[in-house]
């Protein structure tokens, strides 16, 4: 294996890649206007009278988890952009690989066809040892009782350790509902550090309920809170120092802008989170806070070509305790990054993706991908002391076998060469996009 100076001579294009974020919400307004799909916005001021709405295509779907996307019952007077903001909503539930959106006089014609939603969760990365590996399998349904409501569970090695998730979620899209989540999961993970013998295993039992509040047509503004609380044990401690057990509880607040049209092969629009983390560890009586910044867009550049950009920055506090951190590496972040190794106080990265499509047919596409990922991050030593800034650069290609008839469902083989902080490559294999 061999190392890299990253110093004078990658910074500034670490420093250039970092800023395409910044560059992109500047030219979102016009990157992200065209649709790929011949939909326009016409004015607020324009009304047309809708008197029924009539489902084609549907199969398991209820109409009425449809027609409640609507910002008001029929029959009524509708703005022509509440019309087209209806159908990125229908289009976003992500239950449909084809939306057809028509008005006949007061009649609003919803033509869709819908994918299988019972669908596999699978995921492969290999890592630098058979331990360091990452797999995961599972089943979601997302269309339950025909409600675009999603249940699921997994299992999954990750961290040198097993992980159960289970969930149950209502879809965020209608325009006056309180949409709730809960889940539950049990994670054993094995802390470990670059450059350090020190080494234990951390036990997490616990459950999330998340409430989100109504989505409202004037605005593309969202917001949630989630209430987390699980039970922290460290077990086969191997560490410099003893390391508490206790509770954790923590109110986390989310706030979205979103202006993100999903579509299977050419994504458009973009959507910027923040989450804000504060929260408390009984026990030890530290403060666990942590907050993260998100931009995802998707830049369309033909019908079935589109440049994606997801960038990520986030930071916690930290008592000295490792175990409240931040992970980087090949499953989040950087392909190619050594997983489970660096746990950081604070980290940004980059993943820049080109994607090409080319149908091979009815509902099956192949998708070639050109791809490079970039970051910074500061980590923590086996004792909570931070390390000095590191930067990681990768690069890469693959491709995407793509049935649209399924829901979230796909072939996903990646091959990355990591250029910094050392050289490394990987294979990386899984069943929905990276990001």
Same mark, same amino acid.
């Given at each position: ?74 029959? +009524? ?87 159960? +998730? ?172 050594? +997983? ?96």
């Amino acid at each position: 294996m061999h190392y890299l100076y990253f110093g004078r001579n990658v910074w500034p294009v670490v420093r250039l890649w970092l800023l395409v974020p910044s560059l992109s919400v500047m030219l979102s307004p016009f990157a992200s206007a065209p649709d790929v799909r011949g939909a326009t916005i016409p004015s607020e001021e324009d009304t047309v009278r809708i008197d029924r709405v009539a489902i084609e295509g549907t199969i398991h779907t209820r109409d009425t988890t449809l027609i409640q996307l609507l910002p008001r019952p029929v029959p +009524d007077h509708f703005t022509r952009a509440e019309v087209t903001e209806f159908e990125r909503r229908v289009r976003n539930l992500s239950l449909f690989d084809e939306v057809h959106v028509t008005r006949e006089g007061s009649l609003l014609r919803v033509a869709v066809q819908e994918k299988l939603t019972l669908a596999p969760i699978l995921t492969f990365t290999s890592g630098s040892t058979a331990k360091d590996l990452n797999a995961t399998v599972g089943l979601v349904e997302y269309n339950m009782w025909g409600a675009g409501t999603q249940l699921g569970g997994q299992f999954s090695y990750s961290q040198r350790g097993p992980n159960v +998730d289970l969930w149950l979620s209502q879809h965020p899209f209608e325009p006056d509902r309180w949409a709730k989540e809960v889940k539950g999961f049990y994670h054993v993970n094995g802390i470990r550090f670059a450059d350090s013998p020190f080494s234990w295993t951390r036990n997490r039992f616990g459950a999330e309920l998340e409430v989100r509040g109504p989505y409202n047509y004037g605005s593309p503004f969202r917001y949630e809170v989630v209430l987390e609380v699980y039970r922290e044990v460290v077990l086969e401690e191997h560490a410099s120092r003893p390391l508490p057990n206790g509770y954790y509880v923590g109110l986390i607040p989310e706030f979205t802008w979103d202006r993100y049209q999903w579509h299977d092969l050419v994504p458009s629009g973009y959507r910027i989170s923040l989450d804000l983390k504060p929260g408390f560890f009984f026990g030890a009586n530290h403060q666990r806070h942590e907050a993260k910044l998100r931009y995802l867009q998707g830049v369309p550049l033909g019908s079935k070509t589109v440049l994606m950009v997801n960038s990520v920055a986030e930071a916690v506090n930290n008592t000295g305790n490792p175990n409240h951190s931040l992970l980087l590496g090949s499953i989040v972040g950087i392909r190619g990054l050594s +997983d489970n190794l660096y746990r950081n106080r604070a980290q940004t990265y980059t993943n820049l993706e080109f994607r090409h499509a080319v149908s091979l047919a009815p509902r099956w596409a192949l998708q070639g991908v050109l791809f490079s990922d970039v970051g910074a991050f500061q980590s923590f030593d086996e004792d909570g002391a931070l390390r000095p800034w590191k930067g990681a650069v990768s690069v890469g290609g693959g491709f995407r076998l793509i049935p649209t008839f399924l829901s979230n469902t796909l072939l996903r083989v990646d091959v990355a060469q990591l250029l910094a902080p050392n050289q490394n490559t990987l294979v990386q294999v899984g069943i929905t996009q990276y990001f």
